[in-house]
């Protein structure tokens, strides 16, 4: 997310940075025209990396989780031995 939020802030501040209060830029209008499509279009790369990245890493992580899930109710399958009951046994008295 802190990718994303800093692509859009960047692009943005371009933007804003690209509109002068002046119009002595009218006659490169064209080329701002160009310069603005090619950064939204590096913004929204960026934005879409960023989010291909976290998703990616949530992913992970929840497979992650699912193993640890697994292997948790694996082994609570397993019978308790003897010296565990007489743990238990004496942990109660």
């Given at each position: 997310?802190?990718?994303?939020?800093?692509?859009?802030?960047?692009?943005?501040?371009?933007?804003l940075a690209a509109c002068s209060g002046k119009n002595e830029d009218a006659v490169n209008s064209?080329?701002?025209a160009?310069?603005?499509e090619e950064l939204?279009?590096?913004?929204t790369d960026a934005a879409n990396d960023a989010a291909n990245a976290e998703s990616?890493?949530?992913?992970?992580q929840?497979?992650?989780l699912n193993s640890t899930d697994a292997?948790?109710?694996?082994?609570a399958d397993v019978p308790a031995?003897?010296?565990?009951?007489?743990?238990m046994n004496v942990a109660g008295m």
């Amino acid at each position: 997310m802190k990718r994303l939020s800093f692509a859009i802030v960047g692009a943005a501040g371009l933007l804003l940075a690209a509109c002068s209060g002046k119009n002595e830029d009218a006659v490169n209008s064209d080329a701002n025209a160009v310069q603005t499509e090619e950064l939204n279009a590096l913004a929204t790369d960026a934005a879409n990396d960023a989010a291909n990245a976290e998703s990616d890493t949530l992913a992970n992580q929840a497979a992650q989780l699912n193993s640890t899930d697994a292997n948790a109710s694996a082994n609570a399958d397993v019978p308790a031995t003897t010296s565990d009951n007489e743990a238990m046994n004496v942990a109660g008295m």
